[in-house]
C-alpha cells in the first residue's frame, strides 16, 4: 500500500510546482525575455507562495524518489547523489532570497544553474534502468532537449527568449519523471 502511495507522490510534487508557477505568472505581468525566478521576485507574495510549494514539492519528491523510485528500479548510489544535489537546490532556489548576496552571483544563481545542469544527468540514469522502450525514448528526447536548452545559453542574445527554454526545460524534467513512474 506505501509503495502505490508514493509512486504518485511524484506527480504531487510536479503538481505543486506547476500550480505555483501558473499563479505567478497569471499573477505577474508575463515577459518571455525574463526568467521564472524574475517573475517570482517581483514580489513578496508570490515569492513566499513559491518557496512554500518548493518546499512541498521536495518533500514530495524526496518521499516518491527513496520511497518507490530508487527501490523499484535500483537505482545506483551516484544517482541517489545527484538527486539529492537538485532536491537541495530546488530549496536553495526557493529560499534563496533569504541567504546573503555576496558578489555577482547568488545562492539562488547558483542552486538555479546547479540544478539545471544535473536535471538531464539524473535522467541519464533513467536510461539504464529497467524501464519500457517507450520511457526510455521519452526520456532520452528530453535529455536531448535539455541539453540543447543548456547549450543556448551561450547563443548571443537568446535571454530574449529565456522564459520558453525555462518552460520546456521544466516540462522536460516532469515529463520524463512521470514517464519513469507510469509508462
Known sequence: MASDITRHLGTASIL???AATLWVLVRTPVTKGVSLSEHIGREHTT???FAIAS???AVCMVLFLWGWLIPQL???PAFQAVAALIIAGQLGVG?????????KWDAHSYCAY???FLMPLMLSFLLFANLTPSAKTLIGFAVLWMVGTLCLLFVPNIRRFYLPFQAGFMICFCMSVMA???L
Open 95 to 103: 529560499w534563496g532570497r533569504f541567504i546573503p548576496d555576496p558578489g
Open 16 to 18: 505543486i510546482v506547476a
Open 180 to 182: 519513469a513512474a507510469y
Open 114 to 116: 546547479g540544478m539545471a
Open 74 to 76: 535500483q537505482l545506483p
Open 55 to 57: 518546499t512541498v514539492s
Open 47 to 49: 515569492f513566499m507562495v
